[in-house]
């Protein structure tokens, strides 16, 4: 299938969805009181059927015009049930799928519109691709790449995860974590922060640069944990993110760290390893061949 068709068909699929949630709201009290509260399911269904499940059957017989009214009313349905559960505490679970369904109904818009996720778009500005300025010693990389590491782990595997834990449990989504899985996410933390550290020492003292685009390494690195994964930086990344989630007992913030590998995967990764492919040539290639993206392989 091609992008287009891939994009129609999820807009049909979120038509389907969305009629046989509306179904559900009217014939089950419970599946109505988690995802919508005590809102008059009536006057929401009024804007909502034809804005969501309309607009997305139409969309899915290729109408761009009608793709955007339905991505656009889910994102504005999203921010008001979520401003909603949580100044009420109730449809918690309302928010969650529309959250999922914005997300999905961007991705398939863009597919509609351009035929494809034009995933470049966010690496323009400051996170655009440039080789970092050359330093007579390591010393300056080094200060950078590790200012970069507070200030991404601040954010990223502080704030954001502290947030989406207490909306999870403002919005009454949480779901019972086995207690073992606090120790289990601490150790792996551990592991994990021990693995991002190594690598950001390998690629700021042997790349003459930092982790991020905007000062790339200007030497291809392939020693430390480079010589067993391509990505090791942001395996440590990933696996920190769920940790974290495992000591909070948040399933959100779990499946925040899965959402941030796929974007990544699939936004970051191909753009980055096109940028060293144009600049390192063969030894890139050479390298791709003998060492896996995700899986560590060992003895080489």
């Known amino acids: 299938m091609t992008g287009p ?33 005590q809102l008059d399911p009536v006057m929401v269904a009024c804007a909502d059927i034809p804005l969501f499940v309309v607009a997305s059957a139409v969309a899915a017989c290729g109408n761009k ?21 949580t100044i009420s505490t109730e449809a918690g679970w309302g928010v969650v799928a529309m959250a999922a369904a914005s997300a999905c109904s961007i991705v398939a818009l863009c597919l509609v519109a351009y035929g494809r996720v034009p995933s470049e778009w966010v690496l323009r500005g ?8 050359q330093r007579p010693t390591a010393a300056p990389h080094v200060a950078t790449t590790f200012a970069q ?32 899985a606090g120790v289990i996410g601490a150790v792996l933390l551990v592991l994990a922060s021990a693995l991002g550290i190594y690598s950001a020492l ?4 042997l790349g003459q640069g930092t982790p991020l685009p905007s000062a790339m390494p200007n030497r291809l690195v392939i020693a430390g944990p480079y010589r067993w994964i391509r990505n090791p930086m942001a395996l440590a990344g990933i696996v920190q993110g769920a940790a ?43 390298y791709c061949d003998n060492v896996r993206c995700w899986v560590p392989r060992f003895g080489n």
């Open 244 to 286: 974290i989630g495992l000591m909070l007992g948040s399933w959100l913030v779990v499946a925040y760290a899965v959402i941030g590998s796929l974007v990544w995967n699939y936004a970051v990764r191909p753009h980055e390893e096109a940028d060293l492919r144009r600049r390192f040539g063969t030894d890139f290639d050479r």
């Open 202 to 205: 390998a690629m700021s003292t």
């Open 65 to 85: 015009a009608a793709a955007v009214i339905a991505t656009a009313w889910t994102c504005l349905v999203t921010v008001a049930l979520a401003s909603y559960a």
């Open 126 to 133: 400051p996170f655009a691709f440039r080789p970092a300025a």
């Open 5 to 37: 068709a891939w994009g129609r068909a999820y807009f049909a699929a979120q038509a389907v969805a969305g009629a046989a949630w509306w179904i559900s709201v009217f014939a089950l009290p419970l599946i109505r009181e988690l995802t919508l509260g």
């Open 149 to 180: 590491l507070v200030l991404f782990w601040s954010f990223f595997l502080g704030v954001i995860p502290l947030a989406v834990s207490a909306l999870e449990n403002r919005w009454a989504v949480a779901l019972p974590i086995p207690g073992i």
